[in-house]
């Protein structure tokens, strides 16, 4: 079992590492330019849900919608992704994708898409993830090798949400100029790059599993490493609260932009692109802080920062403050996951990556819906603010008594 001691793993590696690959360089470009296609559809799917609907609880259901086929699939998917090729893998996963974006594309041009059909594609789209997520995880170490991991985990945040910064900044435009339906085309035709990209890729496949044990004892397997492991076993449950509570909040953006800060397009679009852009900040700087003050710290220190920047954004009422904010909560939430990210993939044997990772993401996809269900329905009662304050608060002070109750994980460099 990894210990402690190599918990470092990476942290003297330059965060631009990575890009030395030709295999990472290929796949970065092909799911930068997807990823931001897929940030225009979530933009414009939540403006659209919030316009046909008029209520907060709707753009809940939509996500738990998307959650709940993660919540079921996920440790099953993380073995398929120890035991098949995950390039193979993440072409199926992501030209299923491409063929939903497209099928709500021609529903929203026709005029005739309903919320019903976004829940539908939404439910769809979960099942897919459950293998998209752990594979992209997993992926980067078949690209990069165990050396240059911490930098490949770095560039993959900072790609994520440099299109966090693209896509909601393009949908803004195009959903005052030409309507929703055109993001969901755009973001269909964007898969067409990361498709190509994975089929001239060749990246060094994990070695076969050994032993003939079972799918269902795999998964046994992995869930007791998972469970006892001394370091993983808490960060899992860092990820856990986070996904549940505090990242939440964007699911109540379109109705916040929309009833409190009297802006649903500009507004929606500017609050997430500042976030985007304080994202990106924090995979920049992931690997210096982590060098300098011990990833454990870092961890620590972003739950109570997370916390308090939260909980202002929920009392703003103007444009600029709230995306000024926002940027600083981007910043916070992403440092803090993407540490989380490094230090499970550093503690975790390679035959073990794919289960555990499922796991990680089941933090997300999974569990995340079904807290935005519950946010979207509890914003129903006492108002979008109140909230998105309210969660943020839990999401904190749940997370705090993880690191009391771990202080092991403090200590992580």
Not at 128 to 142: E, G, H, K, L
Not at 258 to 287: H, N, Q, W
Not at 338 to 363: A, H, K, W
């Amino acid at each position: 079992m990894t210990t402690l001691a190599t918990s470092n793993t990476g942290l003297s590696t330059s965060t631009l590492a990575a890009l030395r690959y030709p295999n990472f360089r290929l796949y970065f470009a092909g799911q930068l330019i997807s990823l931001s296609g897929s940030w225009m559809q979530i933009i414009a799917q939540g403006w659209l849900v919030f316009q046909l609907t008029r209520e907060e609880l709707w753009l809940g259901i939509v996500a738990c919608a998307a959650g709940l086929p993660s919540l079921l699939l996920s440790p099953f998917a993380g073995v398929l992704v120890d035991r098949i090729p995950r390039r193979r893998l993440l072409i199926i996963s992501q030209t299923a994708q491409m063929m939903l974006a497209l099928t709500l594309a021609a529903l929203t041009f026709s005029g005739v898409v309903q919320v019903y059909h976004i829940v539908a594609l939404a439910f769809l789209l979960g099942i897919t993830n459950a293998v998209d997520a752990p594979s992209r995880q997993s992926i980067i170490v078949d690209l990069v090798g165990h050396d240059d991991l911490s930098s490949g985990i770095a560039l993959n945040s900072i790609m994520f949400n440099v299109s966090r910064i693209v896509g909601p900044a393009a949908a803004g435009v195009l959903l005052a100029q030409v309507g929703a339906a055109w993001c969901f085309l755009f973001n269909g035709i964007s898969f067409l790059a990361v498709i190509f990209m994975l089929f001239i890729i060749h990246p060094q496949a994990a070695p076969p599993p050994t032993g003939s044990l079972s799918p269902i004892r795999r998964l046994k397997e992995g869930l007791r490493f998972s469970r006892y492991h001394p370091t993983i076993a808490p960060l899992l449950l860092l990820a856990f609260v986070s996904g549940l509570f505090t990242v939440n909040l964007s699911t109540l953006f379109p109705a916040f932009a929309d009833v409190v800060l009297k802006s649903p397009t500009e507004g929606y679009a500017a609050i997430s692109t500042a976030m985007g852009f304080g994202a990106v900040a924090a995979g920049v700087l992931m690997t210096w802080l982590g060098k300098h003050f011990g990833r454990g710290q870092v961890i620590t220190a972003m739950v109570v920062f997370v916390m308090l920047v939260g909980l202002l954004v929920s009392r703003m009422t103007s444009v600029s403050s709230a995306a000024v904010l926002m940027a600083l909560f981007g910043f916070g939430i992403i440092l803090q996951f993407v540490t989380t990210n490094t230090l499970i993939q550093s503690e975790v044997p390679d035959e073990f990556r794919g289960r555990v990772m499922s796991l990680y993401t089941l933090t997300f996809f999974g569990l995340s819906p079904f807290g935005a269900l519950a946010l979207g329905a509890v914003a129903n009662v006492i108002g979008t603010p109140d909230a998105m304050a309210l969660y943020t608060l839990a999401g904190g002070l749940f997370s705090l008594l993880v690191l009391l109750r771990f202080p092991r994980v403090r200590a992580l460099l």
